[in-house]
């Protein structure tokens, strides 16, 4: 059974850094995303950065590029979300997620195709 524990959300102003971590167990698939999402109150969740790891892709959502960087350590038990210069916008609940889905690289940021999910961790930016 996959267990996603997310830590390292908080609130701060805008322009400064988070670093989000997704602690991962039960993962045993050589062939698997796993990704960030968030869910801003009253929208869709919507994914924000995911990996693919056979081939260690990444993927980000165009709202996102240039400040946030998804990583895994080696041994694929953590999962990162580094976030610069946050925005006001970029206030969320943030969700680690896993998929065991062959073709969970084929459209990678959609969350249907993630079936394991964290409990989320909070980020708040204010301006």
């Known amino acids: 059974q996959v267990q996603l524990v997310e830590t390292g959300g908080g609130s701060v102003q805008a322009g400064e850094s988070l670093r989000l971590s997704c602690a991962a167990s039960?993962?045993?698939?050589?062939?698997?995303?796993m990704g960030w999402f968030r869910q801003a109150p009253g929208k869709e969740r919507e994914g924000v950065a995911t990996v693919y790891s056979p081939r260690s892709s990444t993927y980000y959502a165009d709202s996102v590029k240039g400040r946030f960087t998804i990583s895994q350590d080696n041994a694929k038990t953590t999962l990162s979300l580094q976030i610069d210069s946050l925005k006001p916008d970029d206030t969320a609940m943030y969700y680690c997620?896993?998929?065991?889905?062959?073709?969970?690289?084929?459209?990678?940021?959609?969350?249907?195709?993630?079936?394991?999910w964290g409990q989320g961790t909070q980020v708040t930016v204010s301006s």
């Open positions: 997620a896993a998929s065991s889905q062959t073709l969970c690289f084929i459209n990678p940021l959609h969350p249907g195709r993630f079936t394991s």
């Open positions: 039960g993962v045993t698939s050589k062939n698997y995303c």
